[in-house]
């Protein structure tokens, strides 16, 4: 008897071939066999002529949806249905959470078998587990698989529905989303706290005091028994102290007057409290609190945690990685126990196995948090991962084994001291156990490290005490605006609203980001000038779809439909179709949104208006005069604009860019000019000349614009900048910048280029041929980090019949795969590289070229061949839109 398993990925399934019968065939469906079209191409010609087919959605006929096979997809369908012929039953086990029981539910759609057929589910890719699961199988939920349709539907009516009101009113290639648009206010509304944010000034004392040859710092607390004010008294909208506080402000001279009169007088130990606090473990992680620690600790972004993750746990290492639940199996605590034991010794065993049980009323997810898998935990070590795999595998494994760790326990210290009529305060902890801090601290990457640093030890002191006053400090402060939400926080408040689904904030971060709604500033999150137009167009005509609660209370009904609590279509209807739904506030609105005011940010103390244009924001002044508008420079972020930046922008734009000098040797002017992605170089005037272009080069990283004088200029302008052959090619060696900054390269030809990053301490100005071939020589870092794998070939199979080129096999990070040119081809499933011969390769060349996936370049190409003969009407069409909520997996993620 065969059985015909599938799974999502090609990993995936070799990791679970290896705890099934050889009768068992596992194969992979790539993610999604089915979808709703991706563009108005895609839709087949009977349908195109109906108004709904834009959606994808029949809102006329009960909400039916229009599933389509895609293009890239269609070769793997044929491949299963050819699989499941040979077969005698069925087995879908594609994910245990809604998104992966949504797969499984079109797989059988698809392949409609006429074999037995089970649907199979595991949060983990272990021996145990997958034999547990084959006992236990089950039907499809179509509970869960409605619900999951339904907030597909849901995604795609907000999305088709509000973004082409976006392109119209605001700017072509927006997009709006159900959780995206909600996620973008929230970075629009800190923006807006921190634009309106007053400075406030306050001072105090610090004194460095010593006793028995031990210093601890003391800090100024009263004043005549009055508080000393502090950050926390000032109201951040107007920089002075909160109507009503009791408190002292002190200024700079008063500071230092009172410093000049306490600096040589006695200092009395008045009071001494000791306090016992006891510090417990965080639970194990959810999908949630997996993105904001990788973040903290690694900096990684939740999307790249999340692929992490995704491979992790398709390798057999960790379980599933999308889940809501803090629960941990009895399996699982005994293996955390044992690691405790082992690692740390019994003492660091709490007394009782822990047990932690969900708050969020609305998990839905898998049924046990992130950890490692199997019944013992290898270490991180043991595992032969290596750079972000390790690391990531590294935090999930202390933050499991430390939730079965024995409470810290620390003694907080305070001690009040009197110097005539001023209060001073010192503090001091004193971790009497560590417990689990021995093995996880948050936000640390070194618990011992963290441990230290957390310790504050003070000196043996009793009330009377007298320790003398080595130093004495007047120290000024500033209040801080609000700070902008990282990634970090923007997952955890995201969670704590209850807006979305874990599973998808990775890809809904990635999306505003990627379509201009906020950018990267070091780990924060800065909304654009588009950000606040597309927020003020949402918040004053569709309220609802940006409102943390309503969005909120969307999601529990979602989850309502999931348990049968609540019935997908009439919700669906009075949503979209309601008296008040979606589409009749957008025909009752779209006439009435002037795109002029759409299109313009009124920020609060500015006299200038801000416009998003063509070609990004531009600031607009009116005078007597006239109009005069500048483009906005990328950098320069809502909160940070003020009525004196727009004046040096509208400056230079009206007196010409600022003039360094001449080129010594063309005579040629130097400017330095701001654009929208920074400060740049130009050499020599415009002219009308299209196709004569001023050479421009932008500042490298970390230069300012005054920083920048003409011989720096010139250099820079020379770039790239030859350093000489290379010993062992006689190629030459250049040094540039480029989009990712400094770089140098080995020009080999026809062999392609090496290129190599520059490190902190080099100069692309003056670094030498030496260094170059240095940088050159050490192994190829990817932009994620890991070393890259070796360009020599597993295997050479021949050359290509038709150009001569080399036809190779090589290990890539996703398994084996074959080459040619710039077409790879993974390998068929269970077909080794040693039997693969060079015809069955040519087909799969063939194949791969043949469905437009082979490259950036070759799909750049066939679209701009679509363009030329199609014309615009054309072009209009074919435009995608997509609905970015989404809780689609990818092959990659």
Same mark, same amino acid.
């Given at each position: 008897?065969?059985?015909?398993?599938?799974v999502?990925?090609p990993?995936?399934?070799?990791?679970?071939?290896?705890?099934?019968?050889?009768?068992?065939?596992?194969?992979?469906?790539?993610g999604?066999?089915?979808?709703?079209?991706?563009?108005?191409?895609e839709?087949?010609?009977?349908?195109?002529?109906?108004?709904?087919?834009?959606?994808?959605?029949?809102?006329?006929?009960?909400?039916?949806?229009?599933?389509?096979?895609?293009?890239?997809?269609?070769?793997?369908?044929?491949?299963?249905?050819?699989?499941?012929?040979?077969s005698?039953?069925?087995?879908?086990?594609?994910?245990?959470?809604?998104?992966?029981?949504?797969?499984?539910?079109?797989?059988?759609?698809?392949?409609?078998?006429?074999?037995?057929?089970?649907?199979?589910?595991?949060?983990?890719i272990?021996?145990?587990?997958?034999?547990?699961?084959?006992?236990?199988?089950?039907?499809?939920?179509d509970?869960?698989?409605?619900?999951?349709?339904?907030?597909?539907?849901?995604?795609?009516?907000?999305?088709?529905?509000?973004?082409?009101?976006?392109?119209?009113?605001?700017?072509?290639?927006?997009?709006?989303?159900?959780?995206?648009s909600?996620?973008?206010?929230?970075?629009?509304?800190?923006?807006?706290?921190?634009?309106?944010?007053?400075?406030?000034?306050y001072?105090d004392?610090?004194?460095i005091?010593?006793?028995?040859?031990?210093?601890?710092?003391?800090?100024?607390?009263?004043?005549?028994k009055?508080?000393?004010?502090?950050?926390?008294?000032?109201?951040?909208?107007?920089?002075?102290?909160?109507?009503g506080r009791?408190?002292?402000?002190?200024?700079?001279?008063?500071?230092?007057?009172?410093?000049?009169?306490?600096?040589?007088?006695?200092w009395?130990?008045?009071?001494?409290?000791?306090?016992?606090?006891t510090?417990?473990?965080?639970?194990?992680?959810?999908?949630?609190?997996?993105?904001?620690?990788?973040?903290?600790?690694?900096?990684?972004?939740?999307?790249?945690?999340?692929?992490?993750?995704?491979s992790?746990?398709?390798?057999?290492?960790?379980?599933?990685?999308?889940?809501?639940s803090?629960?941990l199996?009895?399996?699982?605590?005994?293996?955390?126990?044992?690691?405790?034991?082992?690692?740390?010794?019994?003492?660091?065993?709490?007394?009782?196995?822990?047990?932690?049980?969900?708050?969020?009323?609305?998990?839905?997810?898998?049924?046990?948090?992130i950890r490692?898998?199997?019944?013992?935990?290898?270490?991180?070590?043991?595992?032969?991962?290596?750079?972000?795999e390790?690391?990531?595998?590294?935090?999930?494994?202390?933050?499991?084994?430390?939730?079965q760790?024995?409470?810290?326990r620390?003694?907080?210290?305070v001690?009040?001291?009197?110097?005539?009529?001023?209060?001073?305060?010192?503090?001091?902890k004193?971790i009497?156990?560590?417990g689990?801090?021995?093995?996880?601290?948050?936000?640390?990457?070194?618990?011992?490290?963290?441990?230290?640093?957390?310790?504050?030890?003070?000196p043996?002191?009793?009330?009377?005490d007298?320790?003398?006053?080595?130093?004495? /400090?007047a120290?000024?402060?500033?209040?801080q605006?609000?700070a902008?939400?990282?990634?970090?926080t923007?997952?955890?408040?995201?969670?704590?609203?209850?807006?979305?689904?874990?599973?998808?904030?990775?890809?809904?971060?990635?999306?505003?980001?990627?379509?201009?709604?906020?950018?990267?500033?070091k780990?924060?999150?800065?909304?654009?000038?588009t950000?606040?137009?597309?927020?003020?167009?949402?918040?004053?005509?569709?309220?609802?779809?940006?409102?943390?609660?309503?969005?909120?209370?969307?999601?529990?009904?979602?989850d309502?439909?999931?348990?049968?609590?609540?019935?997908?279509?009439?919700?669906?209807?009075?949503?979209?179709?309601? /008296?008040?739904?979606?589409?009749?506030?957008?025909?009752?609105?779209?006439?009435?949104?002037?795109?002029?005011?759409?299109?313009?940010?009124?920020?609060?103390?500015?006299?200038?208006?801000?416009?998003i244009?063509?070609?990004?924001?531009?600031v607009?002044?009116?005078?007597?005069?006239?109009?005069?508008?500048?483009?906005?420079?990328?950098?320069?972020?809502?909160?940070?604009?003020?009525?004196?930046?727009?004046q040096?922008?509208?400056?230079?734009?009206?007196?010409?860019?600022?003039?360094?000098?001449?080129?010594?040797?063309?005579?040629?002017?130097?400017?330095?000019?701001?654009?929208?992605?920074?400060?740049?170089?130009?050499l020599?005037?415009?002219?009308?000349?299209?196709?004569?272009?001023?050479?421009?080069?932008?500042?490298?990283?970390?230069?300012?614009?005054?920083?920048?004088?003409?011989?720096?200029?010139v250099?820079?302008l020379?770039?790239?900048? %030859?350093?000489?052959?290379?010993?062992?090619?006689?190629?030459?060696?250049k040094t540039?910048?480029?989009?990712?900054?400094?770089?140098?390269?080995h020009?080999?030809?026809?062999?392609?280029?090496?290129?190599r990053?520059?490190?902190?301490?080099?100069?692309v %100005?003056?670094?030498t041929?030496?260094?170059a071939?240095?940088?050159?020589?050490?192994?190829?870092?990817?932009?994620?980090?890991?070393?890259?794998?070796?360009?020599?070939?597993?295997?050479?199979?021949?050359?290509?019949?038709?150009d001569?080129?080399?036809?190779?096999?090589?290990?890539?990070?996703?398994?084996?795969?074959?080459?040619?040119?710039?077409?790879?081809?993974?390998?068929?499933?269970?077909?080794?590289?040693?039997?693969?011969?060079?015809?069955?390769?040519?087909?799969?060349?063939?194949a791969?070229?043949?469905?437009?996936?082979?490259g950036?370049?070759?799909s750049?190409?066939?679209?701009?061949?679509k363009?030329?003969?199609?014309?615009?009407?054309t072009?209009k069409?074919?435009?995608?839109?997509?609905?970015?909520?989404?809780?689609?997996?990818?092959?990659?993620?």
């Open positions: 008897m065969t059985t015909l398993v599938i999502e990925s990993t995936k399934a070799r990791t679970i071939r290896n705890y099934l019968p050889s009768s068992y065939q596992v194969e992979a469906s790539m999604h066999v089915r979808d709703l079209p991706q563009s108005a191409s839709i087949p010609e009977k349908y195109k002529g109906e108004k709904w087919a834009k959606f994808g959605v029949n809102v006329d006929a009960d909400f039916e949806p229009l599933y389509l096979v895609p293009k890239d997809k269609k070769q793997v369908v044929q491949q299963l249905k050819a699989a499941l012929k040979d005698d039953e069925l087995i879908l086990a594609t994910d245990e959470d809604r998104e992966g029981e949504s797969i499984s539910w079109h797989l059988l759609q698809i392949l409609k078998p006429t074999v037995p057929t089970k649907r199979m589910v595991f949060h983990e272990t021996k145990d587990a997958i034999q547990n699961a084959l006992q236990n199988c089950r039907e499809i939920d509970q869960v698989v409605r619900a999951q349709e339904t907030r597909r539907i849901l995604d795609r009516l907000v999305g088709y529905t509000l973004s082409p009101l976006l392109w119209k009113k605001v700017a072509w290639g927006l997009s709006a989303g159900r959780v995206q909600v996620a973008v206010r929230l970075l629009v509304t800190r923006e807006r706290q921190r634009r309106a944010f007053r400075k406030g000034t001072w004392l610090k004194g005091l010593q006793r028995e040859g031990s210093s601890f710092d003391a800090k100024l607390v009263t004043l005549d009055v508080k000393i004010a502090t950050g926390s008294d000032f109201d951040a909208n107007t920089g002075n102290i909160i109507q009791q408190v002292k402000l002190l200024s700079e001279l008063e500071a230092k007057a009172l410093k000049d009169r306490l600096i040589d007088k006695v009395t130990v008045t009071n001494l409290q000791e306090r016992p606090v510090r417990k473990p965080s639970p194990p992680f959810t999908t949630s609190t997996l993105q904001q620690e990788a973040n903290r600790k690694l900096g990684l972004s939740a999307r790249d945690t999340m692929r992490t993750a995704q992790l746990y398709e390798k057999g290492f960790i379980t599933y990685m999308r889940t809501d803090v629960h199996s009895e399996q699982a605590i005994t293996a955390a126990r044992s690691c405790v034991e082992q690692k740390y010794g019994v003492e660091y065993l709490s007394p009782k196995p822990r047990k932690y049980t969900t708050k969020s009323k609305g998990a839905q997810e898998a049924h046990e948090a490692p898998a199997g019944s013992t935990f290898k270490t991180s070590q043991e595992t032969g991962l290596s750079d972000r390790f690391k990531v595998y590294d935090l999930i494994w202390k933050r499991t084994v430390a939730c760790m024995a409470d810290a620390q003694t907080q210290i001690v009040d001291l009197q110097v005539e009529n001023a209060g001073f305060r010192a503090t001091g004193r009497d156990f560590p689990y801090l021995r093995a996880y601290v948050e936000g640390s990457d070194d618990p011992n490290a963290a441990l230290e640093n957390q310790e504050v030890i003070l043996a002191l009793k009330v009377g007298h320790p003398n006053c080595r130093e004495l /400090e120290i000024g402060h500033e209040t605006p609000p902008r939400y990282t990634e970090a923007l997952v955890k408040t995201l969670e704590q609203e209850g807006i979305g689904r874990p599973s998808t904030y990775a890809s809904i971060i990635g999306t505003i980001i990627d379509r201009g709604y906020a950018q990267k500033l780990n924060a999150l800065a909304p654009t000038f950000a606040f137009a597309v927020t003020n167009l949402l918040e004053q005509n569709f309220p609802d779809l940006v409102d943390t609660s309503f969005t909120a209370k969307m999601e529990r009904t979602l309502e439909i999931a348990n049968g609590a609540a019935h997908w279509l009439p919700y669906l209807q009075n949503f979209y179709l309601g /008296e008040k739904g979606l589409d009749n506030q957008v025909k009752e609105r779209i006439n009435e949104i002037d795109p002029i005011v759409a299109r313009t940010v009124e920020l609060e103390d500015l006299d200038a208006r801000v416009r244009g063509k070609f990004g924001p531009y607009e002044v009116e005078n007597g005069n006239g109009v005069f508008t500048a483009s906005i420079p990328q950098d320069l972020t809502p909160a940070e604009l003020n009525i004196e930046q727009v040096v922008l509208i400056q230079q734009k009206m007196e010409g860019p600022d003039k360094l000098g001449l080129h010594p040797e063309t005579g040629e002017p130097i400017y330095i000019l701001n654009g929208n992605y920074g400060p740049y170089l130009q020599g005037d415009v002219t009308e000349d299209k196709k004569k272009k001023p050479k421009r080069v932008s500042l490298p990283k970390g230069v300012n614009k005054e920083d920048v004088h003409l011989e720096m200029a250099g820079l020379a770039l790239p900048r %030859l350093l000489g052959p290379h010993p062992e090619t006689g190629k030459p060696v540039a910048i480029g989009r990712f900054g400094p770089y140098v390269v020009d080999q030809g026809k062999e392609g280029k090496d290129y990053s520059l490190k902190g301490e080099d100069n %100005l003056t670094i041929i030496d260094r071939l240095e940088l050159l020589a050490q192994p190829k870092r990817t932009r994620g980090g890991s070393r890259s794998k070796t360009k020599t070939p597993l295997r050479e199979l021949g050359v290509h019949p038709k001569g080129e080399p036809v190779n096999i090589y290990q890539g990070p996703y398994g084996v795969y074959v080459n040619h040119g710039k077409v790879n081809a993974s390998l068929p499933e269970g077909k080794s590289m040693e039997e693969l011969t060079l015809e069955t390769a040519l087909e799969l060349i063939a791969k070229a043949s469905s437009g996936k082979s950036r370049k070759s750049k190409s066939t679209t701009s061949t363009k030329k003969t199609s014309g615009k009407s072009k069409t074919t435009k995608k839109t997509k609905d970015d909520d989404q809780e689609g997996k990818s092959e990659s993620e």
